[in-house]
């Protein structure tokens, strides 16, 4: 029974590791990752600080698609965010799923 629990929960975690390793891929192709890092500044805010001071926020998700399509400026500081309207809806989606995803 125990060996069953085990295999049950390591096979869950290879699952989340395996959406999270393809969403940081869209992400990467998508060139996100070269304006930001997971844990780092680099032109724009690190993706765990975006998930941090979105924590909770309902309407998070949607606003930061927005964002990712149309561009932003103003929060982070005085580098604005191009519009990225090349990345399909639901690219975004998923990679802003990641993003708030992040601890």
Known sequence: MKALILTAASAALLAMTGVASADQALAQKNACMS???IDKKIV???FKDVAKKYAG???AE????GKVKTGGKG???PVPMPPNPQVKPEDAKKIIEWVLSLK
């Not at 949607?62 to 698609?65: A, G, N, Q, Y």
């Open 44 to 46: 724009g805010p690190a």
């Open 57 to 59: 926020d309902p309407k």
């Open 75 to 77: 929060v982070w500081g």
């Open 35 to 37: 304006c930001h890092g």
């Open 62 to 65: 949607d606003m930061l698609v």
